[in-house]
């Protein structure tokens, strides 16, 4: 059965395209809602990534939000969709910080 934490490792197969890093440890994945499982297919009846990125303004957006769609897809646990929320800048960990030299 799908779980978010199966969820987070196909996404970290996508990278954002400026910084060669993948959108995980970018921290732009805000949550993940499993849609209801149907156990007869194996499949919920959704798949639903909540996602920042790292301005509104981001001129990759549609290229980062067909490559979630494309890895949940790939999946075949249930239909993805995506969902954009920028409640709340984002901003890099002190890791990341650190790992990026800033």
Not at 15 to 43: H, N, Q, R, S
Request: glycine share 4%; with cysteine.
């Amino acid at each position: 059965m799908l779980d978010k934490e199966k969820v987070l490792e196909s996404l970290k197969k996508v990278l954002d395209p400026e910084m060669a890093i993948d959108i995980v440890k970018l921290g732009l994945i805000l949550d993940i809602e499993l849609g209801e499982y149907f156990e007869e297919i194996d499949a919920h009846d959704y798949i639903k990534v909540i996602m920042t990125l790292t301005t509104p303004m981001c001129p990759f957006a549609d290229v980062l939000i067909q490559d979630v769609e494309d890895n949940i897809n790939l999946l075949g646990k249930g239909e993805a969709q995506v969902e954009l929320n920028f409640d709340k800048p984002w901003e890099p960990s002190e890791e990341l910080r650190l790992e990026m030299g800033i």
